[in-house]
T-cell receptor, first 116, second 111 residues
Framework: GESVGLHLPTLSVQEGDNSIINCAYS??????FIWYKQESGKGPQFIID?????DKRQGQRVTVLLNKTVKHLSLQIAATQPGDSAVYFC????FGGGTSYGKLTFGQGTILTVHP | DAGITQSPRHKVTETGTPVTLRCHQT?????MYWYRQDPGHGLRLIHY???????DKGEVSDGYSVSRSKTEDFLLTLESATSSQTSVYFC??????????FGQGTRLTVV
């Protein structure tokens, strides 16, 4: 079955540094990936997504890189700020028709702590 | 918050009692999901729905049932709550080919 995991459970950085959060997925049929940010007491919030026909996608201060060869994706946060402190989850799914559509599989999460 | 509301936000119940959690959306999204979140396990899918009266099981569906009689509501029922079902429950909604939007969560404690 599908599983998604993170290499590092915690990441501590200084304000202004760049952060990189990694994620591995197991199912090579996965073709859509999402990064979520979750702050304490809140639901996950969408950060950025990428489809398997892309290797890189950029947003505001965030970049997601996808390496399908090794089934790995990463989230890069530029100029990390204290407000970026949260738990970050990657999620993957397999597109397609039928009832399996939309079954997002989540990794365990990485705790990012940004020190002023 | 993307027009999604979970109720109740907090609940304490006794072992063996039935519990129903409600997810309500105002976005008319086709897909709705129930996840549970536990330390060390991330978010795990319980059940999801791909339309009115159309539901399917996720990876941790044992002990849970769902119903979706109209587009806007997706109910999660614990027929006989157990302590292992103490968790934070999240509902999510989604359009086709897009990300999922999550509710604020329901903290359920089974004593």
């Amino acid at each position: 079955g599908e599983s998604v995991g993170l290499h590092l459970p915690t990441l501590s950085v200084q304000e202004g540094d760049n952060s990189i959060i990694n994620c591995a997925y197991s199912n090579s049929a996965s073709d859509y990936f999402i990064w979520y940010k979750q702050e304490s007491g809140k639901g996950p919030q969408f950060i950025i997504d990428i489809r398997s026909n892309m290797d890189k996608r950029q947003g505001q201060r965030v970049t997601v890189l996808l390496n399908k060869t090794v089934k790995h994706l990463s989230l890069q946060i530029a100029a990390t700020q204290p407000g970026d402190s949260a738990v970050y989850f990657c999620a993957s799914q397999i597109f397609g028709g039928g009832t399996s559509y939309g079954k997002l599989t989540f990794g365990q999460g990485t705790i990012l702590t940004v020190h002023p | 918050d993307a027009g999604i509301t979970q109720s109740p936000r907090h609940k304490v119940t006794e072992t063996g009692t039935p519990v129903t959690l409600r997810c309500h959306q105002t976005e008319n999204h086709r897909y709705m999901y129930w996840y549970r979140q536990d330390p060390g396990h991330g978010l795990r899918l319980i059940h999801y729905s791909y339309g009115v009266k159309d539901t399917d099981k996720g990876e941790v569906s044992d002990g849970y049932s769902v119903s979706r009689s109209k587009t806007e509501d997706f109910l999660l029922t614990l027929e006989s709550a157990t302590s292992s079902q103490t968790s934070v429950y999240f509902c999510a909604i989604r359009r086709m080919n897009t990300e999922a939007f999550f509710g604020q969560g329901t903290r359920l404690t089974v004593v």
